[in-house]
């Protein structure tokens, strides 16, 4: 037992760090044009190496820092759509620019939008819509974040979904971190 109280610190403080890291990786993820592969690269690096000075070997290593890119990913879409829940404006966006795309395969459409109060939203839209068209659109009049439509519901399931995630890590870190050493 006291082997075991020894070891609580050290999976405190793991589980701490990482969760630290991950609402970082949210913070720079908000919008649409975040720095999602260095971010994400990043996340993945310090979630492979947070059971360091544990006897974690390659499995459960890799599984803690795929847990924290998805808690990243999934904590992001969540906030994005908790802000336009809260605060976001509906709006009217006209197409500004329609270009096509040509991903190695079919041809496909990729448009620019500008809201009628004159902001570019960041991000093509992959819809076929001729340049002039009008569509409904939700905007973070203080953010980067918006979404094609109305304003969302409250983000209940992807909430849900974050929170899941973040038990399953823990008691994985914690896990490792407690697990008896041979």
Not at 20 to 48: D, S
Not at 116 to 144: F, I, N, Q, S, Y
Not at 161 to 178: D, F
């Amino acid at each position: 037992m006291a082997e075991l109280i020894r070891r609580l610190p050290g999976a405190v403080l793991r589980n701490c760090l990482l969760l630290a890291v991950e609402f970082g990786a949210i913070w720079f993820l908000q919008g649409p044009e975040g720095a999602w592969v260095p971010v994400l690269l990043a996340v993945f690096v310090v979630g492979a190496a947070v059971p360091h000075g544990t006897d974690a070997e390659f499995v459960a290593r890799t599984s803690v820092a795929l847990l924290a890119v998805a808690i990243a990913v999934a904590g992001g879409i969540t906030w994005d759509r908790h802000t336009l829940h809260d605060r976001g404006r509906e709006e009217q966006a006209v197409v500004a620019e329609r270009k096509t795309v040509e991903d190695g395969g079919a041809p496909a459409p990729s448009l620019r939008l500008r809201t009628e109060a004159g902001r570019d939203l960041p991000g093509p839209v992959a819809m076929d819509l001729p340049v002039g068209a009008r569509l409904k659109v939700t905007v973070d009049p203080d953010g980067p974040a918006w979404s094609l439509g109305g304003r969302p519901d409250r983000p209940r399931w992807p909430a849900l979904g974050t929170g899941a995630l973040i038990l399953l890590q823990t008691a994985l870190v914690v896990r490792i971190s407690l697990r008896r050493r041979p």
